[in-house]
């Protein structure tokens, strides 16, 4: 298994709600990251999980909660959102902590 | 601190002609180098990686780059474009920083268009 799936490939949200976002992989990787991509903007880091620790976390507002809770599993918990939040979320993982990252296909966010 | 520059965020050719994406790089410490692509509605694909080894790099579908290390540059190519190859394609920089993890930076994306 090669790949890191996310689910669900699209959600819609209210600003409200409460939602989570999945990242699964079982390639044995130990990094793993959250990335946020606008519309024709490059992605932006958002988190970084090492051995199920938080490594890196880029100044990103508490509304957006991540967690590991094993090496295989990444979530990202989403509460009182805002429309300017709407984008693609994207997970990758690697081996460890060096360059060389493998993507998922991404969740499109939509906060209404 | 690591920066990408891409040259031309919209670059059009000719099905069957060469394509040649620009990328420059800036870098205190050697670099580790990357060309991804993305498909609309899609997650990154990894072309290919420079990591110090050779520097023409020969990755997925055709497609290969070379580190020039007196130009800082990092330019993709492909000798002949396939309408299948009509994508975003991002150049992104990773280096270790003072806390000793690797970040990458990416470049702000070149959209490729494959004319008939």
């Known amino acids: 298994d090669t790949e890191v799936t996310q689910t669900p490939k699209h959600l819609v949200m209210g600003m409200t709600n409460k939602k989570s976002l999945k990242c699964e992989q079982h390639?044995?990787?130990?990094?793993m990251y959250w990335y946020k991509q606008k519309a024709k903007k490059p992605p932006e880091l958002m988190f970084v999980?090492?051995?199920?620790?938080?490594?890196i976390n880029e100044s990103v507002p508490s509304r957006f909660s991540p967690e590991c809770p094993n090496s295989s599993l990444l979530n990202l918990h989403l509460h009182a959102l805002q429309p300017e939040d709407s984008a693609l979320y994207l997970c990758?993982?690697?081996?460890?902590?060096?360059?060389?990252?493998?993507f998922g296909s991404g969740t499109r966010l939509t906060v209404v | 601190a690591q920066s990408v520059t891409q040259l031309g965020s919209h670059v059009s050719v000719s099905e069957g002609a060469l394509v040649l994406l620009r990328c420059n790089y800036s870098s205190s410490v050697p670099p580790y180098l990357f060309w991804y692509v993305q498909y609309p509605n899609q997650g990154l694909q990894l072309l290919l990686k420079?990591?110090?080894?050779?520097?023409l790099v020969k990755g997925i579908n055709g497609f290969e780059a070379e580190f020039k290390k007196s130009e800082t540059s990092f330019h993709l190519t492909k000798p002949s474009a396939h309408m299948s190859d009509a994508a975003e394609y991002f150049c992104?920089?990773?280096?270790?920083?003072?806390?000793?993890?690797?970040?990458?930076?990416f470049g702000t994306g070149t959209r490729l268009k494959v004319l008939a």
């Open positions: 390639m044995g990787h130990r990094a």
């Open positions: 990758a993982s690697s081996q460890d902590l060096r360059p060389g990252y493998t």
């Open positions: 420079y990591t110090s080894a050779a520097t």
């Open positions: 992104a920089v990773s280096a270790k920083g003072t806390s000793g993890t690797y970040k990458y930076i």
């Open positions: 999980y090492s051995y199920e620790k938080l490594s």
